[in-house]
């Protein structure tokens, strides 16, 4: 994947190319309910209690392993355990990003950067419900899955960013060493840190949130339009 002295970008999402987070609209929950029930053929109430149930347990701690507690809560509804199940619930109760948020400005831009410079665009984000399958999905809505060769999410690997094991399957599905790879990331803690332990040049996306008084990032920028300069002084080194 390219032949300077970087071939790969490892994307964050949330924080980075959206905003981190959105709110649960009466009718974003509904949809939720209502799509989960047809999902597993509940009515609304015993759909509600287990959208309820699960939310709950994910916002006492936010980095559980939702598939866990969406298993023991289909059992107490008398399903049978089972990994397709668990995940089609999981599916159902993620909303489309499309449908929430909107995009920052130039985050389609950078990703068709990203291509147009022969680099590999691995999508690595940490979510509560959202795995490869449903980003992909949601980068079509957005017209970007065409600039996106990899998706990883904590969901997918079983484990979160700043856990090194995920940044290790990101290396492996790119086929890549980590000197060759740049992270952008909003995330001190989850981003530029592990990245750069492991060997990897970090870019800090500071949008929501004022520039931070120190970053270990080789660059900070507060818009994603000033991402793709910095890649191409980076590729050029």
């Given at each position: 994947?390219?032949?300077?002295?970087i071939?790969?970008?490892?994307?964050d999402?949330?924080?980075?190319l959206?905003p981190?987070?959105?709110a649960?609209t009466?009718e974003?929950?509904?949809r939720?309910?209502?799509?989960l029930?047809q999902v597993l053929?509940l009515?609304?109430?015993?759909?509600?209690?287990?959208?309820?149930?699960?939310?709950?347990?994910l916002?006492?701690?936010?980095?559980?392993?939702?598939?866990?507690?969406?298993?023991?809560a289909?059992a107490?509804?008398?399903?049978e355990?089972?990994?397709a199940l668990v995940r089609?619930?999981?599916?159902?109760?993620c909303?489309?990003?499309?449908?929430?948020l909107?995009?920052?400005d130039?985050?389609?831009?950078l990703?068709s950067?990203?291509?147009?410079?022969?680099?590999?665009?691995?999508i690595?984000?940490n979510t509560?419900?959202?795995?490869a399958?449903?980003?992909q999905?949601?980068?079509q809505?957005f017209?970007?899955?065409?600039?996106?060769d990899?998706?990883l999410?904590s969901?997918?690997?079983?484990?979160?960013?700043?856990?090194?094991?995920i940044?290790?399957?990101?290396?492996?599905?790119a086929g890549?060493?980590?000197?060759?790879?740049?992270?952008?990331?909003n995330?001190e803690?989850?981003?530029?840190?592990?990245?750069?332990?492991l060997?990897m040049?970090?870019?800090?996306v500071?949008?929501?949130e004022?520039p931070?008084?120190?970053?270990?990032?080789?660059?900070c920028v507060?818009?994603?339009e000033?991402?793709?300069?910095?890649?191409?002084?980076?590729d050029?080194?």
């Open positions: 994947m390219g032949g300077g002295a071939d790969t970008v490892f994307v999402v949330g924080g980075t959206v981190n987070a959105f649960r009466p974003l929950q509904e939720r309910v209502v799509t029930g053929h009515d609304r109430r015993a759909a509600g209690r287990i959208v309820e149930t699960v939310d709950g347990e916002d006492a701690a936010p980095e559980a392993i939702v598939d866990d507690i969406l298993g023991r289909l107490a509804h008398g399903f355990h089972g990994a089609s619930a999981r599916q159902a109760l909303v489309p990003l499309a449908e929430a909107s995009p920052f130039h985050a389609g831009e990703l950067t990203v291509k147009e410079m022969g680099l590999g665009c691995v690595l984000s509560a419900f959202r795995d399958e449903l980003y999905r949601d980068f809505a017209g970007w899955d065409g600039w996106v990899r998706y999410t969901v997918d690997a079983g484990c979160c960013k700043p856990d090194e094991r940044f290790h399957q990101a290396l492996e599905m890549t060493r980590p000197d060759r790879v740049v992270m952008i990331g995330s803690l989850a981003d530029i840190e592990p990245a750069l332990r060997g040049r970090a870019i800090r500071a949008i929501e004022p931070p008084m120190a970053t270990a990032a080789g660059a507060t818009g994603l000033q991402v793709p300069e910095v890649l191409q002084v980076w050029r080194a």
